[in-house]
């Protein structure tokens, strides 16, 4: 018996590393190593102990049934008043919808706006996550290189990869990996590109909370009003509030393509989770944006701590990220060299490479779409940090 057409679609021809970092560093502890990890996209942080306090109240309440399948009537006017603060968009509650993390939102919004063989123009570095929805649907993803333009894309360069078969752009600001926040004024240019091009945007916006000093995050809708019906939103309470296990997010923008998304959902996972909903309500109304501002404060600190220790690094260098708390590491001068006599063919031989011989875990370009890279995290206590990038520039000296 073989497996269905949509289980061979997720790889395609980026597919997922050929390296499992997480599995070779469990391998690693298990045989008594102490492994630094950067390669997880998670915060070390404990969640505010306002949505712990209210999802144990929500335990102890009548919650243990499902809600409506859009979620809770009183987060979604909590999430739509939310959006207007902080994003400068309008927003009424139904045009809202909780949906069951912010990755489940991504795959509604490409089974509802997606046809078979539609093409979707996705910026590299990306989200592996991305490419695969897009083809889980049947649609298939156009990858646009970032590299040369500092890890944002172009009107110019989309432009070029425009076909008759073009129908959705993915946008991710602050990016993962790279950490790059997309200027407002080339957000402007490229929405306002991509709503005269008739073009869906699917704008990923969870790490929308975390940008450092001198970077902005813009919202397409507020920078350019008339765009409002092409694009769909989606955030997440996962890195902002520490709470990535609670599976949480959501999903905002005109209300025909709410409802779309919410029918979709009804058949899927019914709803979000009840008690979980509950919990996220003082973050929705913001009686938690505190924890926010001492989260951006540590990452501003952790910054400052791995890029002073990069500059050390030998044979590998890093653009200055303004958002998410990744670096992404270009390791291409490493590539062909070898490591106690290891051959660094790519990013995924390097990457196990240097969990084998360090103790230290990151996660290879491959499955972003760009090989010879690693993006680190510095989402770990500083300690952490700092003996993990002491071993680095230890093991990578030893390059011949």
Not at 240 to 246: K, L
Not at 311 to 333: E, M, Q
């Amino acid at each position: 018996m073989s497996l269905s057409d949509a289980a061979g679609r997720i790889c395609g021809p980026h597919p997922p590393a050929a390296t499992d970092v997480h599995a070779i560093a469990e391998r690693l502890r298990a045989e008594g190593a102490e492994v630094i990890d950067f390669a997880s996209g998670e915060l070390d942080f404990e969640p505010p102990a306002g949505l712990r306090r209210a999802l144990a109240e929500a335990l102890e309440g009548p919650t243990h049934q499902c809600t409506g399948t859009a979620g809770l009537p009183e987060l979604r006017a909590a999430l739509a008043g939310r959006v207007a603060r902080t994003r400068r968009v309008a927003c009424e509650p139904s045009e809202v919808l909780v949906t069951a993390g912010a990755r489940h939102g991504l795959h509604l919004g490409c089974l509802a706006l997606l046809n078979q063989g539609d093409e979707v123009l996705v910026p590299l570095p990306a989200w592996g996550t991305f490419m695969a929805q897009v083809r889980l649907v049947g649609a298939n993803p156009v990858g646009l290189d970032t590299r040369p333009t500092g890890f944002v894309p172009t009107v110019e360069a989309l432009e070029e990869l425009r076909t008759p078969r073009t129908r959705m752009i993915v946008l991710n600001t602050p990016n993962n990996p790279t950490g790059a926040v997309y200027p407002p004024e080339r957000l402007a240019r490229i929405t306002e590109w991509a709503a005269h091009s008739g073009l869906w945007i699917l704008f990923d916006e969870c790490y929308g909370d975390l940008v450092l000093p001198g970077a902005e995050h813009a919202h397409p809708v507020a920078l350019v009003p008339e765009a409002r019906d092409h694009v769909v939103s989606f955030g997440s309470f996962s890195t902002s509030f520490a709470v990535s296990g609670w599976r949480a997010g959501y999903a905002y923008g005109a209300e025909r393509v709410v409802a779309a998304l919410s029918d979709l959902q009804r058949h899927t996972t019914s709803n979000a989770v009840s008690a979980v909903q509950h919990g996220l309500l003082p973050a929705a109304r913001g009686e938690e944006d505190i924890f926010l501002a001492e989260i951006r404060a540590v990452l501003r600190h952790r910054h400052r701590v791995v890029r002073s220790a990069l500059d050390d690094l030998p044979h590998v260098s890093a653009a200055d990220p303004r958002g998410a708390f990744y670096f992404f590491l270009d390791a291409t001068p490493l590539l062909g060299r070898t490591l106690r006599g290891t051959q660094l063919d790519s990013a995924d031989t390097l990457a196990a490479a240097l969990l084998e011989h360090a103790h230290v875990a990151l996660a290879p370009g491959t499955a972003f779409g760009a090989e010879g890279h690693l993006r680190l995290s510095y989402g770990l206590p500083e300690d952490r940090i700092a003996e993990g990038l002491g071993r680095l520039r230890g093991v990578l000296a030893e390059v011949e």
